[in-house]
């Protein structure tokens, strides 16, 4: 058995896109920063920051492109994807891409925002069999993983 699920808090750092597949599901896309601060050895503060580019489907992008900006903390649940190619310079590029099962809207303290009731629903993942993607119940916020 195998498991690739990938949970992360950060800060969205573009405004969403949206699009639509050929057979009509909406994707939306955005990228997400998250950030690391520590203290090396020496005493010296450093900050790491990892990109991602979350994708959301269905009802779930539809949301995003509706309430996602630049700027606000997100907690986005998915499965990790490497996407990799060469440049027109000949180097090899990579992009973590995070294909989001369910994004939820954080406020600014980090706080799980019930301020709008479409922002916890969960869209099931999308298949090839179905043109359809059904929203899930929302869970409660204590059983949330953080």
Known sequence: MSMNKILVIGNVGSDPEMRYTPNGTAVTSFSLATNRVY???SGERREETEWFTVNAWGREAENSNQYVT???????EGRLKTDTW???DGQNRFRLQIN?????????????SQAKPEEN????????QSDTNEAAPP????DLPW
Request: hydrophobic share 30%; glycine share 8%; no cysteine.
């Open 39 to 41: 203290t090396t050895a």
């Open 70 to 76: 630049k700027g606000m903390k997100i907690y986005a």
């Open 86 to 88: 060469t440049g027109n």
């Open 100 to 112: 989001a099962d369910r994004i939820l809207f954080l406020d600014r303290s980090g706080e799980f």
């Open 121 to 128: 629903a969960q869209p099931s993942e999308p298949n090839n």
């Open 139 to 142: 869970e409660d916020v204590e």
